[in-house]
T-cell receptor, first 115, second 112 residues
Framework: DAGVIQSPRHEVTEMGQEVTLRCKPI?????LFWYRQTMMRGLELLIY????????DSGMPEDRFSAKMPNASFSTLKIQPSEPRDSAVYFC?????????????FGPGTRLTVT | AQSVTQLDSQVPVFEEAPVELRCNYS??????LFWYVQYPNQGLQLLLK??????LVKGINGFEAEFNKSQTSFHLRKPSVHISDTAEYFC??????????FGDGTTLTVKP
């Protein structure tokens, strides 16, 4: 298996632009997680899905952030409009069968820079 | 709600020395415990996990951790570290509801 795939790996954009991050979970996994990692805040859970349904989005910082999972093999995290403080590495992770017993497999991350 | 505290933000050690990375947690419900490692410019990888049973858990790369319920700790240990162990290490807890909480990370630097 190719593991969790994220694209793009790097994104540089200007403040005010829309940013869309993409994630393909491991086949057969039906839980998907979006995290943000910064030096100041560490690793933060933004939102997670079970069976394509958002379960907990309490970590989404504000209305500028939205996430979707239209099917079991694809998810997006959108920021509109982007701001410099959104600069971070965004990780997507997936786990098997939606069970709390199974570890998460992380993608390589998308490094977002908003200027 | 649950929280995770990694007591050391940076741990420098010499090669072949033993190391312990400390993790304490708090939770009002039962949790499952994990240690992840993050190498530079990479995502997190699972080192080991505690779900139930024996409180001493062995993971990859010679790491092990011991779950101590009374002290609500899950410290990570390795008897002899290598240069290649230099990375950031994250302790995490996960509830039955599936929500994970990560600690702030400990940067392990192994010096020759």
């Amino acid at each position: 298996d190719a593991g969790v795939i994220q694209s793009p790996r790097h994104e540089v954009t200007e403040m005010g632009q829309e940013v869309t991050l993409r994630c393909k979970p491991i086949s057969g996994h039906n839980s998907l997680f979006w995290y943000r990692q910064t030096m100041m805040r560490g690793l933060e859970l933004l939102i997670y899905f079970n069976n394509n349904v958002p379960i907990d989005d309490s970590g989404m910082p504000e209305d500028r952030f939205s996430a979707k999972m239209p099917n079991a093999s694809f998810s997006t995290l959108k920021i509109q409009p982007s701001e410099p403080r959104d600069s971070a590495v965004y990780f997507c992770a997936s786990s098997e069968q939606g069970s709390q017993l199974y570890e998460q497999y992380f993608g390589p991350g998308t490094r977002l820079t908003v200027t | 709600a649950q929280s995770v505290t990694q007591l050391d933000s940076q741990v420098p050690v010499f090669e072949e020395a033993p190391v312990e990375l400390r993790c304490n947690y708090s939770s009002s419900v039962s949790v499952y415990l994990f240690w992840y490692v993050q190498y530079p410019n990479q995502g997190l990888q699972l080192l080991l996990k505690y779900l139930s049973g024996s409180t001493l858990v062995k993971g990859i790369n010679g790491f092990e951790a011991e779950f101590n319920k009374s002290q609500t700790s899950f410290h990570l240990r390795k008897p002899s570290v290598h240069i290649s162990d230099t990375a950031e290490y994250f302790c995490a807890v996960r509830t039955n509801a599936g929500k994970s909480t990560f600690g702030d990370g400990t940067t392990l630097t192994v010096k020759p």
